[in-house]
């Protein structure tokens, strides 16, 4: 049974930089992080294609965030740079299993972490 696991959130200032690392998942085909404010959608932050390494990036992060694979541990990584008080949230990463679930935007997820919250303070 898969289960993924997220870690890395916490407070942080705005400005400041986090790193959320999942681990867990098995053979996927693409994987993602997505975000969620209570009450609000669900929305993709980033996904990279597992064979390709493609990546795609909402708007709101491109050239902030990046999300990568550990080349030691194969664990998926959000690193979160420039930190916004409207990043905070609480972050998932997902896992989808077959090729036809990465090719929209957002990916459909098999699999979902528990998740982990991340708090920007102004």
């Known amino acids: 049974q898969v289960r993924l696991v997220e870690s890395g959130g916490g407070s942080v200032q705005a400005g400041g930089s986090l790193t959320l690392s999942c681990v867990g998942f098995g053979t996927t085909e693409c994987l993602g992080w997505f975000r969620q404010v209570r009450g609000l959608k669900r929305e993709q932050v980033a996904s990279i294609r597992t064979a390709t390494g493609n990546t795609r990036y909402a708007d709101s992060v491109k050239g902030r965030f990046t999300i990568s694979r550990d080349s030691a541990t194969g664990a998926l990584l959000l690193q979160m740079n420039s930190l916004r008080y409207d990043d905070s949230a609480t972050y998932y990463c997902?896992?989808?299993?077959?090729?036809?679930?990465?090719?929209?935007?957002?990916?459909?997820?098999?699999?979902w972490g528990q998740g982990t919250q991340v708090t920007v303070s102004s």
């Open positions: 997902a896992a989808a299993r077959y090729a036809r679930r990465c090719e929209s935007t957002p990916i459909s997820p098999n699999d």
